[in-house]
């Protein structure tokens, strides 16, 4: 079925990658400093490559769109960082890790690439707390750990509900130590528009000035992007505004293949839309659902307050009818079974388009613990939920700070409101084993590229690809590639490749400029996320694919002739900025459904309403779609299919289960 080159090293899947490190060829170290390598993005990913590069000794140029790599949308992630360190001696291992994360993404992800994520994941914590990163730990000392989504051991490591800030500032810092040392010329405030391809090989990008609006090139050897998720695409989701797939868009229009794009998860606990006036979701971590229990009225309309429905009236459905892992079954399924309910008539608030995240319960067993700690025997149940609250405040204060900034109500003494809505994005660029995209000298790291979750990610693993991507794989496997450059000496900017980049980047700038329409930006990505949302987001069926795809197209041609950009091309346009993004937006939309349309199948964030069982869990096809969809960008805006063949050598398949 294979029509692509995975190039997953021969031999046994747990000596796979330390064979490969051990043989894989080298760049000694007077070598590496005559070859440049360019890091797009400064997040988790991009920062913690950019910064082991230097450190190797390469030349590298790190680029960001923000105004410092700190404010890059790693920082927003709350809950965790999974790594198989067992500490809690409840069975955890590398193996486990690996299993749960194959069978969370639904069989739809390659064996070799996740075995080595779950083999370096215990490195990625001796490294973060080397650095300072201050997580959390138990009363002896011990780092601590807690539960999430699709696992049955605790493997989560944490920073109170902050984890994605911390483990930012700790590669940071890394970047920023070789920043001082001249290791790492840093670029903030720039947007890469092309890839520059010379002899087919990846050897720069055009980036533009985005306070002086200047075009400028930059040559390397070798070019790494980190650059984040598609989830905007949706208009409403729990992503920064300002994220993006314009950078991966650009090199897929180059000859990267762009992967399972239609793989997009919905996350089950975020505070529900409260109206038209709202540009981005917020996230109530998942850690939440370790503490809480999900809950709805079990009569249909009912509008009394969470405080008057009493015990025997409540259906904690996940707990019905999931036993075995009750509140902590992963994403795709929890946000399925929130939307199954709602649409069914139990939703609560004013929109009957949300459910009940409730923490009575555990605060009320956190505050017993404290009391017999204290001395306190037979306590009231005043008394354990003062205690059970400061247990919690201690835990998750920030995330309950922030829901009551949003909401006005009180966390603390009302249950939580919480819906799906759209988080990560499962696709992105096509990577072999050594990260590298079809397009040669050209990689891809962290939730940039499509390689380790599969068709749904599991709570806690996107902190932890984004830095073993970084630190510990990428770093070994450009060595492969630039092992063959070392000759190359560094190409002149003036070459017609670059001159040829810049003239597309410009002409893309000025035609948006130019149309001069009616209609703002937002309004076109507004419009995008209604099609995205109702047809391609928490369900997809053939009628609302095609439906998509023809409204798609139609509004990419009215952007095109209609869309009003003010200012102009050559100063600070934080319009042109979103132009060009919206535009490739439009672009990877029609892609994402065309995707959905193909896969006649449902697995994981991909539900399709045609392909589903008795009980409507998600109802896989291991016979026809057991691979890896990767689509190669044709002119015109066409797509042509490559598949890449997933094999299960190690695991059973098997439909997934969580009851």
């Not at 080397?130 to 780092?143: K, M, N, T």
């Not at 306070?211 to 050897?221: K, L, N, Y």
């Not at 590298?436 to 940039?448: D, F, H, K």
């Not at 496997?477 to 040829?500: C, M, Q, R």
């Amino acid at each position: 079925m294979s029509d692509i080159n995975s190039n997953i090293p021969e031999g046994e899947l747990t000596s796979k990658w330390t064979k490969f490190k051990s043989s894989v060829p080298l760049v000694n170290p007077s070598n590496k400093r005559s070859i440049e390598v360019i890091v797009v993005g400064s997040g988790l990913a991009g920062a913690s490559a950019a910064a082991t590069l230097a450190e190797m000794g390469y030349k590298v140029k790190c680029f960001c769109f923000q105004d410092s790599p700190r404010r890059a949308h790693s920082i927003a992630a709350q809950g965790g960082i999974n790594a198989a360190k067992n500490y809690q001696n409840d069975g955890d291992s590398t193996y486990r890790l690996f299993y749960d994360t194959i069978k969370g993404g639904d069989y739809r992800s390659r064996e070799a690439n996740v075995h080595r994520l779950a083999e370096v994941s215990t490195n990625i914590i001796d490294q973060c707390v080397a650095q300072g990163v201050p997580l959390a730990r138990e009363y002896g000392g011990l780092l601590d750990n807690r539960s999430f989504g699709g696992t049955q051991v605790q493997r989560t490591f944490y920073a109170a509900g902050q984890t994605g800030q911390q483990l930012l500032l700790g590669a940071y810092s890394a970047l920023e130590r070789q920043i001082g040392m001249g290791k790492v010329e840093m670029y903030t405030r720039h947007e890469m528009l092309e890839v520059v391809k010379i002899d087919g090989k990846a050897r720069g990008i055009i980036a533009r000035n985005l306070i002086t609006g200047d075009i400028e090139r930059h040559f390397g050897h070798a070019v790494v992007l980190g650059t984040g998720g598609y989830g905007n695409v949706f208009y409403l989701s729990t992503n920064a505004m300002g994220s993006n797939v314009t950078a991966a868009w650009k090199a897929h229009k180059q000859g990267a293949y762009f992967a399972n794009p239609c793989y997009t998860q919905i996350h089950p606990t975020c505070i529900p839309v409260s109206g038209d006036h709202q540009s981005k979701l917020t996230l109530m971590s998942e850690s939440l659902r370790n503490d809480g229990r999900i809950w709805v009225p079990k009569k249909k309309d009912d509008n009394r307050k969470a405080s008057e429905i009493p015990e025997d009236e409540r259906d904690y459905y996940l707990e019905r009818r999931y036993p075995a892992f009750g509140n902590l079954v992963p994403r795709d399924v929890a946000s399925r079974a929130a939307k199954e309910r709602c649409d069914a008539g139990y939703g609560v608030g004013a929109s009957k388009l949300a459910v009940y995240l409730d923490f009575k319960a555990n605060t009320e067993r956190y505050g017993k613990i404290e009391a017999s700690k204290a001395g306190i025997h037979n306590p009231d149940k005043e008394t354990c939920m003062r205690l059970g609250t400061a247990v919690i405040k201690e835990k998750y204060g920030n995330l309950f700070d922030m829901y009551a900034q949003i909401t006005g109500e009180n966390p603390y003494e009302t249950p939580m409101r919480i819906y799906p809505a759209v988080h990560y994005t499962m696709g992105g660029l096509w990577v072999d084993y050594n990260l590298m995209t079809s397009v040669p000298g050209l990689y891809c790291t962290g939730e940039a590229n499509f390689s380790d979750h599969g068709a749904n990610r599991l709570g806690a693993s996107a902190l932890m690809q984004g830095l073993a991507d970084g630190y510990f794989v990428l770093p070994y496997t450009i060595g492969a590639y630039l092992s063959n450059e070392i000759s190359v000496k560094a190409i002149s900017t003036d070459h017609p490749a670059f001159v040829e980049a810049e003239e597309r980047a410009k002409n893309i700038l000025n035609t948006l400029i130019n149309i001069k329409g009616t209609k703002s930006v937002d309004h076109f990505h507004k419009r995008l996320g209604h099609i995205m949302w109702e047809q391609c987001g928490m369900s997809r069926s053939e009628t609302g694919l095609k439906q998509a795809i023809e409204d798609i197209r139609a509004l990419r041609a009215e952007f095109w002739s209609n869309v009003r950009v003010p200012g102009t091309a050559d100063e600070l346009n934080t319009e042109l900025e979103k132009a060009g993004r919206v535009a490739d937006f439009i672009e990877l939309g029609e892609l994402m459904c065309i995707d959905a349309l193909d896969r006649k199948e449902s697995c994981g964030g991909h539900f399709r309403e045609e392909y589903q069982t008795e009980e409507g869990e998600a109802l896989r096809d291991d016979v026809n779609y057991a691979y890896v969809a990767a689509w190669e960008f044709k002119e015109g805006v066409n797509f042509e299919l490559h598949k890449e063949e997933l094999k299960f050598e190690n695991i059973k398949v098997a439909q997934r289960s969580y009851k």
